[in-house]
């Protein structure tokens, strides 16, 4: 059962998210270096796409994270640092991009084909036939069905 629990332990410590910062990366300043893991955890990678820069061992990855730093060693605010960034890469290395008119799409384009697939199913539906009547049973139907039900109706 130890052997077990120690397995187990051993793949929990391996599932652990890695963070790509390298050690010369890392600010002096724990504060600083706190903000600027606050701020690189919110921005994407432009080469992984799916990761924060803070997640992506990529080399522009690692320049953003420099970026970031270097911002915040002169004295910029997080929104400052966040802002500059957006206005060099655009609103797609946000990783929760804003609601505005660049990024409308992305936020409908879910519900837009939501309601295209129920458009479908619902005119798909009527356009079906309904179940089919049922013909009454002629008299020979009827006997034989008796005989097999084993009943005698008149």
């Not at 270096?33 to 803070?54: H, M, P, T």
């Not at 605010?77 to 990783?95: E, M």
């Not at 879910?110 to 798909?124: C, D, K, Q, S, Y």
Request: net charge positive; with cysteine.
């Amino acid at each position: 059962m130890r052997r077990i629990a120690a397995i187990l332990a051993f793949a929990l410590a391996l599932s652990a998210p890695v963070h790509a910062v390298q050690p010369d990366e890392v600010l002096k300043d724990p504060a600083l270096e706190k903000r600027a893991r606050e701020i690189s955890s919110g921005l994407r990678c432009l080469v992984c796409q799916n990761q924060s820069i803070d997640d992506s061992n990529a080399p522009l990855a690692r320049d953003l994270r420099v970026l970031v730093r270097e911002r915040l060693v002169a004295g910029d605010s997080d929104r400052a640092v966040t802002d500059f960034v957006v206005q060099r890469y655009g609103d797609f290395v946000l990783l929760k991009p804003p609601f505005n008119a660049h990024t409308a799409i992305l936020w409908g384009a879910p519900f837009l084909i939501l309601a295209a697939g129920a458009l479908f199913v619902w005119r798909r539906g009527r356009s079906l036939p309904g179940p089919a009547a049922a013909a009454a049973l002629t008299d020979e139907e009827r006997r034989r069905l008796e005989a097999l039900l084993g009943e005698d109706r008149p």
